[in-house]
């Protein structure tokens, strides 16, 4: 299958940014329908939260298109999954509404779970309207976006609010580890990794499947499409940690650090805790410690787990998590154009800019 | 149809009382299998919340057969209603899972809003693990309710997932009203009861509903089921808000009045409040101080609630909503038995010792 080399590094930015644009552009008015179907305060909480309009509802001017709110990465996944195989984009939109919602209510639950004031560079939706609002904003978001599958024409809506629902309970059982594992002392990489394919891969991989569902595509590949986002998920989850760490805070919207002030387990920090040598060992010691860390500390810290193997251990997760996305989706036996694109999405979503 | 006057006042207490009993017993292996499938700590706090066990994870004596956490009105219900249609209670089982569940998301996620600190005599769930862990829980008990109803053997899951997601988004609109209506100034008893119909009546209903489904009931009986149980849900609200201002502290849990201490928009003080005597002025004035109201300001409120007419048009309309059950239940032409049993339990909901 030549499909497998096929690759243009000159033209992938272009190429991306295009079809995050088609994306954002074919799920903009499905989603401003099943948001504007919430009621009031939870549509205008939604669309804050979207990065729709301001606080009291001010209509921001970057989403004069209703395209505010992120890349749409997601949506991308759904539309190329379908694309991949053989599917018109246009069939998988109630997949792409679903995957977005469902990714917006992880979110507004996700901050409330764990206090963090800041999302996407503003004031996060519990602390602008209160963790009441917060949650409801969430249920009623996990129940539109059931209710945006379930309106799937034709005979395959079932199997794809299966497929979501499958998913939810994944994502549940992920989240739950995140949160045990701020409370508990040690961490395995495994462990780590089984929650990151929860937390972060159940949606992506769920992302890619409902593409393949929506387009008629049989078991085998909706499976290969699966597996596909699930790792390219997980592999995300890692860039993300590594940005937690060393990432640029204008760009992350986060303090620099702040994954270690908080003495997040993320995978750096789990790898270098694994480790014996004496970085490693610093590395518990400070993050044993009762009081909060300093600005020095977490530069320190931050130094023990590049010391320890953390980033090094993290860097070889990406890459051999995107190579499992990569045979994954050759299961799914892509057409050669969608498979170039898939590949040059998940280039984007694991390299970031560090 | 002889039916619809066949009720036996003598035998009543015993024959629900029987009736529940048997739903505890029928629910209970299947209910404990789904709330076992949760991570924890999500189980542990499912069960706490269900009064299966104290907040340490100590099984209560009650709850020696795993039957503990409320009557099962919801359970009977979705038996009942199989039973009505002619199909055996045990396909209605998954139905029975999913409407328990979903109240159980639904009570853990509102004492969240409401900041509620008590629940059925105990504090509530979020008072003893924390918000996060609450509002993660509920998103559980969510999500395993509807994977409980998609496991059901047979051609029939997926309509049942139809008809909850359908009712979930009543639900949503239902709580989105109860939150609004402690914000704004006046509300009508028309917007009341709309309220009432989506918070209590909707998932009566679809217990109902789901009973008449799995039991393959054709769409014309499901939808009197379904109207049967949101009548008899909004009665059953209607006296719960009777209770909540005269009702015996002891039997429900909450302080006297807590209601009027509360200064909620409960149906009795909407229809005091449409009043336009003095009693009715007097009530108005009271709810608009500022300041919390002492223990002889609340009886004054209670009397004036009751002076300006609240007491008897809720009264009334506790009748009137049962009266429309009674009707709709019988569009569902259910057995003469089960008529008779489904008319015991609507007058044990709506008469509760008042």
Redesign the interface.
């Known amino acids: 299958m030549t499909a497998l080399t096929t690759t243009e590094p000159t033209t992938t930015a272009t190429s991306v940014a295009s079809v995050l644009h088609r994306a954002r552009t074919l799920v903009a008015p499905a989603l401003r329908d099943a948001i504007g179907a919430?009621?009031?305060?939870?549509r205008r909480i939604a669309r804050y939260h979207r990065g729709w309009c301001e606080a009291d509802g001010t209509q921001l001017p970057s989403s004069a298109g209703g395209e505010g709110g992120g890349k749409a990465v997601r949506p991308a996944l759904v539309f190329l999954a379908a694309r991949a195989v053989g599917g018109p984009a246009e069939c998988a939109v109630p997949g792409a509404v679903a995957v977005e919602l469902i990714h917006d209510f992880s979110l507004l639950?996700d901050d409330?779970?764990?206090?963090d004031p800041l999302r996407r560079h503003r004031s996060a939706a519990w602390a602008v309207y209160g963790?009441?609002?917060a949650?409801?904003t969430?249920?009623?978001l996990?129940?539109?976006a059931?209710?945006a599958l379930?309106a799937t024409p034709g005979p395959l809506a079932?199997t794809a609010?299966?497929e979501a629902?499958?998913m939810?309970?994944d994502l549940?059982?992920g989240?739950?580890?995140d949160?045990?594992f701020e409370k508990v002392g040690h961490v395995e990489v495994g462990q780590y990794l089984a929650m990151a394919a929860g937390k972060t891969g159940a949606l992506m991989g769920c992302a890619c499947a409902l593409g393949g569902v929506l387009a008629g595509a049989d078991a085998e590949r909706v499976a290969g499409l699966r597996d596909f986002g699930r790792c390219l998920g997980v592999a995300f989850q890692c860039v993300d940690d590594l940005l937690g760490i060393w990432g640029d805070s204008a760009q992350s919207g986060k303090p620099v650090g702040a994954d270690l002030a908080a003495r997040k387990k993320s995978l750096p920090v789990v790898a270098a805790l694994a480790d014996e040598g004496a970085a490693g060992r610093s590395l518990a010691a400070l993050y044993a410690r009762p009081e909060p860390l300093n600005e020095s500390e977490i530069a320190l810290a931050a130094e023990l787990v590049e010391r320890a193997g953390g980033r090094e251990a993290t860097e070889r997760e990406v890459s051999r998590q995107t190579a499992a996305a990569m045979r994954a989706l050759s299961r799914a036996r892509p057409t050669a154009e969608v498979y170039r694109q898939l590949h040059e999405l998940a280039m984007l979503l694991t390299r970031r800019d560090r």
């Open positions: 919430l009621p009031e305060p939870e639950h409330v779970i764990d206090g963790t009441p609002a949650v409801l969430g249920d009623a996990l129940v539109g059931l209710r379930m079932d609010v299966r629902l499958v939810l309970s549940m059982v989240q739950s580890q949160v045990a």
